[in-house]
């Protein structure tokens, strides 16, 4: 039997709001962290088509009805940052130790080149809890793990495995996995899911976040097919090796169907940066059509048995 997720039907649960200019057109792509029995969301944003991305909050007690959304943006490029002076996109949240990890797409442009030439890389930066509990957004020093490499969508593992940080990243079509002893050089990258059904056919991502599971790291990653929509899938990775793929989806898990993922700005588009567990049920937030922002649910234990051996 063909799993998916269960759409919420109260979706979408944040659209753009008209008189903010830097969110008045789209916001979608969020982040989602549950702390202090309250998810966190941070959401990208933009104002115009191809205008810059900045980084809203918003939060929600029960995971689904908005409860708190911030006017002005929590993080956005760094003035002077050639790096990523065209926007931060794309957030992804991980809680290790007192702090708050963020990794981020930085789009900006090679420095010094003549004409000039845009880029996409990896931007990572990291805020400890207490200020982001209490909203005093005092980012740390921002760092790229792979310096002007064409990567986006990095996930971190919100533990150590083997003695070491892992990430997950996509340089396309694949996602790969890097290592690091220190959370900011990070080195021995190789492939781990490569497209393999025809709804993967262009390019694979990371979605949210690895989940810690009982039988191992559950992901649920993007896919891009031949006609540019794009799909959930998900994969179930072994427990202490993370280049090791045990189960995945044949059929994805979410594909675009409501009006609010096939019609927007950019449509027939489903696209995760965050989920988390509640009570065994995962709470996954998505953009639709990038341009309002969804939840879905499912059971932890059904999705895992819906996934095939490898």
């Given at each position: ?23 008045a057109?789209?916001?979608f ?8 029995d ?50 931060c ?9 007192d ?141 202490n ?10 059929e ?59």
């Amino acid at each position: 039997m063909h799993f998916k997720f269960e759409r919420y039907k109260g979706n979408p649960i944040l659209k753009p709001i008209s008189n903010h200019i830097w969110e008045a057109l789209m916001v979608f792509n969020c982040a989602a962290l549950l702390k202090d029995d309250k998810i966190h969301l941070v959401y990208r944003a933009r104002g115009s088509k191809g205008g810059v991305s900045r980084l809203g909050y918003a939060s929600s007690s029960d995971g689904f009805k908005i409860d708190e959304r911030l006017s002005k943006p929590i993080f956005e490029a760094e003035l002077g940052n050639e790096f990523e002076c065209l926007g931060c996109e794309d957030p992804r949240l991980v809680e290790i130790g007192d702090r708050i990890y963020l990794t981020y797409t930085a789009y900006g442009r090679v420095p010094g080149m003549v004409p000039p030439y845009t880029s996409i890389q990896v931007g990572m930066t990291s805020i400890l809890t207490s200020d982001f509990l209490n909203h005093r957004w005092n980012w740390g020093k921002r760092t790229y793990p792979f310096p002007l490499v064409d990567n986006k969508h990095a996930c971190l593992f919100p533990e150590k495995i083997g003695g070491r940080w892992v990430m997950y990243h996509r340089i396309p079509p694949h996602i790969w996995v890097a290592y690091s002893d220190n959370l900011i050089d990070w080195r021995e990258t190789s492939i781990v899911l490569s497209p393999r059904e025809s709804w993967e056919y262009f390019k694979l991502g990371g979605g949210a976040p690895p989940l810690k599971v009982k039988d191992g790291w559950l992901i649920i990653y993007h896919a891009v097919d031949r006609e540019w929509h794009y799909r959930l899938g998900a994969a179930l990775i072994d427990m202490n090796n993370p280049e090791k793929v045990l189960r995945r989806s044949r059929e994805p898990v979410l594909e675009p169907e409501e009006d609010y993922e096939v019609d927007g700005v950019v449509p027939n588009v489903v696209f995760t940066c965050g989920a988390v567990i509640r009570d065994n049920q995962i709470l996954l937030y998505y953009g639709g059509a990038d341009t309002v922002i969804c939840v879905a649910t499912a059971e932890v234990s059904d999705l895992v048995e819906s996934l095939e051996e490898v």
